[in-house]
């Protein structure tokens, strides 16, 4: 991988550019200048239509059903989360304009570039098999719902439509969002006048408290900041040039709105009596009227193709972003095709019990984001009066090694997760003896691993 000087321009002519029906054939190398270009608008909606989904609905129905909270106190721990989770997400999106790389690639100043295979390996498996199996799972229950199709054929249809966009790459993307974005906008915002003129939002809950309100507000985060690991993929392509309070703002907004609106109206939602025995998607959409309840089962499924796009996109470019030498048919297209493949079959998988898989899903990515991301805010911190042009070298430096990155990594998942872990099939010390406290994982994953990164990198060396 070479690196162009910082403000440099290449006189070559581009070959990929703005094109949208082409194949993108670049990785995780840098992005030539000739080859960048869009504007920071186009982050709004590519960041708002994958959330118009049901997953995002699904936030909201847990915080109720399975929580215990009533409607106000799950809407009070989903904004909090949401909010801190695209604050971060549009910091991370600057990364993208100012190196021209992945968001994991990014991560080789914090981890070094051989310490940072493992964030962008667990990355690759949580967006590419994780996630991808969530959205399909619900696109799934959606499609059969409407045309009664069995859950297994309803599944490989969305997913076949999920991997194509992927394969082609990142300016289709952004084209499928944008269309996308107008269609979800108005189809939900009606679902949810719907929902709110039956739902009982003056329901006393099932007695959450503290716990579930943590609970909540970690799911939320969970959700939310789940994304920050690919922020730069999609603002990779942007000019070095582009306005960087507008590069930060749009998909913050995008995300920001997008998640608390949904969530809110899933909370809504859960307050009303759903058929016995009825899917998920079912229950959701079974007080609306027939037409609408349909348009909405055509938006769910919209809504997925859109999160998948992004997230099997995603998982390809943390593959790249490892730094392996890979034969040359394997590039990022044929790494969508196999992390798409490896999603379904998690997605099959899950067809029996998606509910509560998806519960612990939602937990569980926030115990690695946490740490994570306080160890990439901490070193954006400490590089802010390094040079750019130093630092696009440290990014193809194979030889570069940050051990402090690694070790406040793996301290802080060891520390928080037997500690504070709140889940279905295992309990931590803490909330096993105070239950109040619900699950902090993320919060203390995310402060211990800043905390003694910041330590370890001002460390004499």
């Known amino acids: 991988m070479t690196t162009a000087p910082t403000g440099s321009a290449s006189a070559t002519a581009p070959e990929y550019g703005d094109k949208v029906i082409a194949v993108e054939t670049a990785g995780s190398e840098p992005i030539p200048d000739a080859e960048r270009h869009g504007s920071p608008l186009q982050l709004l909606w590519t960041w708002a239509s994958p959330n118009i989904e049901f997953a995002t609905v699904y936030i909201g129905v847990i915080s109720v059903l399975f929580f215990g909270l009533n409607f106000w106190q799950a809407t009070a721990a989903l904004l909090l989360g ?41 990355n690759a498996l949580v967006a590419g098999v994780g996630w991808f199996a ?58 949810g006048v719907w929902t709110f003129k039956d739902a009982d939002l003056g329901g006393a809950g099932a007695g959450g408290g503290i716990g579930g309100f943590l609970l909540a507000f970690s799911a939320a985060w969970g ?31 995008g995300l920001f709105v997008s998640v608390a609106i949904v969530s809110v109206i899933g909370a809504a939602s ?31 499924i919209l809504g997925a193709v859109s999160a998948n796009a992004i997230n099997v996109y995603s998982s390809a470019m943390s593959i790249t972003s490892l730094g392996l030498k890979l034969p040359p048919w ?67 430096d194979s030889s570069f090694a940050n051990w402090p990155g690694m070790t406040a990594l793996l301290v802080g998942i060891v520390v928080s997760v037997p500690l504070f872990s709140n889940q279905e099939k295992y309990v931590g ?26 330590v370890l990198r001002r460390a004499p060396r």
């Open 82 to 122: 949401t909010a801190l989770g695209s604050l971060t997400h549009g910091i991370l999106s600057l990364d993208g304009p100012r190196f021209g790389v992945p968001q994991m690639a990014v991560g080789r100043f914090s981890f070094g570039y051989r310490g940072n295979l493992l964030p962008s390996g667990v």
């Open 134 to 191: 969530v959205n399909s799972v619900s696109a799934a229950f959606a499609l059969n719902t409407l045309t009664d199709l069995r859950p297994l054929p309803s599944l490989l249809l969305v997913v076949a439509a999920e991997i194509v966009i992927g394969f082609i790459g990142h300016n289709f993307v952004h084209a499928f969002e944008k269309y996308a974005f107008p269609a979800l906008t108005v189809v939900f915002l009606l679902a």
């Open 223 to 253: 959700y939310t900041a789940g994304w920050n690991p690919g922020a730069s993929d999609y603002s990779r392509y942007l000019p070095r040039t582009a306005n960087r309070f507008k590069t930060a703002l749009y998909p913050a907004v």
């Open 270 to 300: 859960a307050t009303i009596a759903a058929p016995e025995g009825a899917s998920p998607t079912a229950a959701f959409t079974g007080h609306l009227p027939g037409w609408l309840s349909n348009l909405v089962l055509l938006a769910i």
């Open 330 to 396: 394997l590039g990022r297209s044929a790494i969508v095709v196999l992390a798409g493949v490896a999603g379904t079959a998690a997605a099959w998988a899950s067809l029996a019990d998606a509910g509560h898989a998806y519960e612990a899903f939602l937990l569980v990515i926030a115990y690695w984001v946490g740490p994570w991301l306080g160890i990439v805010l901490v070193e954006r911190w400490l590089q802010s009066r390094t040079p750019d042009d130093v630092l696009a070298r440290r990014l193809s």
């Open 429 to 454: 010390w803490v909330p096993e003896r105070w239950p109040s406290f619900g699950d902090i994982t993320c919060l203390v994953g995310f402060a211990l691993s800043a905390g003694l990164y910041a």
